[in-house]
C-alpha cells in the first residue's frame, strides 16, 4: 500500500504559522484516529510531537496542533522559530494488513 | 524516565542475519508493546511490526513475513529484532519505539519513545 502523501518540502518565514498535510484514504485516515505526528532533526531519532489527531505529549509546545477532516490530517505551527526547521512525518493506523503507514516526510525550512 | 538503548552498529554480507536489541528502562516493560520501524538513508521511516512485551505476540508488515523475528525476554526488559536474509535494500537505521498506549492488543501506529537507533549495513 502507498505511504501517505506529504508534500516534499515547505517553508515559512520566522514567527509566521504553516499547515503540513497529509492525504490517506478511507481505510486509514478517514477511518481511525490513530494519527500521530513526528518532527525529526538531522541524524537523530523521530520525536512525537501529536498523536491520536490532536493530542499533545508531555512537553511538547503548544505551538503545535494537529486536526483531521475526512482523508487528510494537518499539523499546523504556530509562530515558527529556527529550531522547528526539521522533517515531518505522520503516521496512521490502517484497516490494510500493512497496519502502520507513515508519510513520505515533509522538509520543512524556516526563512 | 523512558530509554530505548539499542545495540551497536553492524555490517553484513548480503543472505546473512543481523539481531538488534533494545533495552528498556523506566518503565512497567510488561504493561506495553514495542514497534520496529526502519529508515534507510535519505528516506522516510517504514514500519516494521510490533511485539506485545507481555504476551510475545507479534505482528509484522506483510513484506516482512517470513524473514523478520521479534522477541523478547522480560527478565533483562530487552527486545530483539531479527532479519534474515539481508541484501543491500536492507541498509537503514533500525529503531525500537513504544507503543503509546500501554495494554494495547495491537499497535496503534503511534510511538512515544524511540531508541537511539542502529545502523545496518548490508555490503559485500
Known amino acids: 500500500q502507498s505511504a501517505l502523501t506529504q508534500p516534499a518540502s515547505m517553508s515559512g518565514s520566522l514567527g509566521e504559522s504553516i499547515t503540513i498535510s497529509c492525504t490517506g484514504s478511507?481505510?486509514?485516515?478517514?477511518?481511525?484516529?490513530?494519527v500521530s505526528w513526528y518532527q525529526q532533526h538531522p541524524g537523530k531519532a523521530p520525536q512525537l510531537i501529536i498523536y491520536?489527531?490532536?493530542k499533545r505529549p508531555s512537553g511538547v509546545s503548544h505551538r503545535f496542533s494537529g486536526s483531521k477532516s475526512g482523508n487528510t490530517a494537518s499539523l499546523t505551527i504556530s509562530g515558527l522559530q529556527v529550531v522547528d526547521e526539521a522533517s515531518y512525518y505522520c503516521?496512521?493506523?490502517?484497516?490494510?494488513?500493512?497496519?502502520?503507514?507513515f508519510g513520505g516526510g515533509t522538509n520543512l525550512t524556516v526563512l | 524516565q523512558v530509554q530505548l538503548v539499542q545495540s551497536g552498529p553492524e555490517v553484513k554480507k548480503p543472505g546473512a542475519s543481523v539481531t538488534v536489541s533494545c533495552k528498556a528502562s523506566?518503565?512497567?516493560?510488561?504493561?506495553?508493546?514495542l514497534n520496529w520501524v526502519r529508515q534507510a538513508p535519505g528516506q522516510g521511516p517504514e514500519w516494521m511490526g510490533w511485539?506485545?512485551?507481555?504476551?510475545?505476540?507479534?505482528d509484522s508488515e506483510q513484506k516482512f513475513q517470513g524473514r523478520v523475528t521479534m522477541t523478547r525476554d522480560t527478565s533483562t526488559a530487552t527486545a530483539y529484532l531479527r532479519l534474515e536474509r539481508l541484501n543491500s535494500d536492507d541498509t537503514a537505521f533500525y529503531y525500537c519505539?513504544?507503543?503509546?498506549?500501554?495494554?494495547?492488543?495491537?499497535?496503534?501506529?503511534?510511538?512515544?519513545?524511540w531508541g537511539q537507533g542502529t545502523l545496518v549495513t548490508v555490503s559485500s
Open positions: 519505539a513504544r507503543d503509546v498506549h500501554p495494554s494495547a492488543a495491537s499497535t496503534t501506529g503511534q510511538f512515544d519513545s
Open positions: 523506566g518503565f512497567t516493560f510488561t504493561n506495553y508493546g
Open positions: 511485539i506485545n512485551l507481555f504476551s510475545g505476540n507479534t
Open positions: 478511507s481505510n486509514d485516515v478517514g477511518r481511525y484516529d490513530f
Open positions: 491520536e489527531v490532536t
Open positions: 503516521t496512521s493506523y490502517t484497516i490494510v494488513k500493512t497496519l502502520v503507514l
